[in-house]
């Protein structure tokens, strides 16, 4: 290779795109329950594209195809797995929320089917669900006190935190006593306050 070649990284991500077979009842699910925001839509045409209101991450087009083409968004893992759907299937998208319970009762008062009921741990809750073609979902709350400090630093410094700063914060919180932890805590308060 030369060099050109090995400077040629990816290096994000523009879209997703999701097979739906009634394209407005989708639009109505991912806007309307899930909170995502239309960014235009071409309902002859068969295609919407949708993006978290914060403009996170990459936007979704979802695109109106017949119901025999549309490959759910799921698989079978051939290893034992912890986040897994009674038939045994895995989900391929997961999506961050800031209130799990929350959104899991919209998600219920929609009528969409739920497959596991909120759980949570000390870093995290989740729970899993099926939009309205099946593509499986799990919905995520971050917790803990990695999640903790690691939202206070991105507020302190205005920006999110670089892999590099993500990874170093993960190995300190993972290692640290409960003290250590406080420490930490306390350290982060003291730079937000100056």
Same mark, same amino acid.
């Given at each position: +290779?030369? $060099? ?8 994000? #991500?523009?879209? +997703? ?6 394209? $407005? %009842?989708?639009?109505?699910? @991912?806007?309307?329950?899930?909170? #995502? ?5 071409? #309902? ?5 594209? =949708?993006?978290?209101?914060? *403009? &996170?991450?990459?936007? =979704?087009?979802? +695109?109106?195809? $017949? ?5 759910? !968004? ?8 912890? =986040? ?7 989900? +391929? ?14 998600? %219920? ?6 497959? %596991?009921?909120?759980i ?5 809750? #989740? ?10 979902? *799990?919905?995520?709350?971050?917790r803990?006190? @990695?999640?903790?400090?690691?939202? *206070?630093?991105?507020?302190? !410094?205005? *920006? ?5 700063? &993500?990874?170093?914060?993960w190995?300190?919180?993972?290692k ?5 932890? $406080? ?6 308060s ?5």
């Amino acid at each position: +290779m030369n $060099k050109e070649q090995n400077n040629a990284d990816a290096i994000g #991500y523009c879209s +997703m795109r999701f097979p739906v077979t009634n394209l $407005k %009842k989708s639009v109505d699910f @991912y806007c309307t329950v899930l909170g #995502y925001e239309l960014v235009s839509t071409d #309902y002859s045409f068969g295609e919407a594209h =949708i993006a978290l209101k914060n *403009r &996170n991450g990459p936007g =979704i087009f979802l +695109m109106e195809t $017949k119901p025999e083409d549309v490959t759910q !968004l799921k698989f079978v893992f051939p290893h034992s797995f912890f =986040i897994t759907s009674s038939t045994g299937h895995v989900t +391929m998208v997961e999506i961050l929320t800031n209130d799990l319970l929350a959104l899991h009762e919209r998600i %219920k008062q929609a009528g969409t089917p739920i497959d %596991k009921e909120p759980i949570f741990t000390n870093d995290f809750g #989740y729970f899993t669900f099926y939009d309205p073609d099946g593509h499986y979902i *799990r919905a995520v709350e971050e917790r803990g006190v @990695y999640f903790d400090l690691k939202q *206070r630093m991105s507020s302190t !410094l205005k *920006r999110d935190l670089t892999e590099h700063e &993500n990874q170093l914060l993960w190995g300190l919180c993972e290692k640290a006593s409960v003290e250590q932890q $406080k420490f930490l805590s306390s350290i982060i308060s003291e730079i937000q306050g100056s």
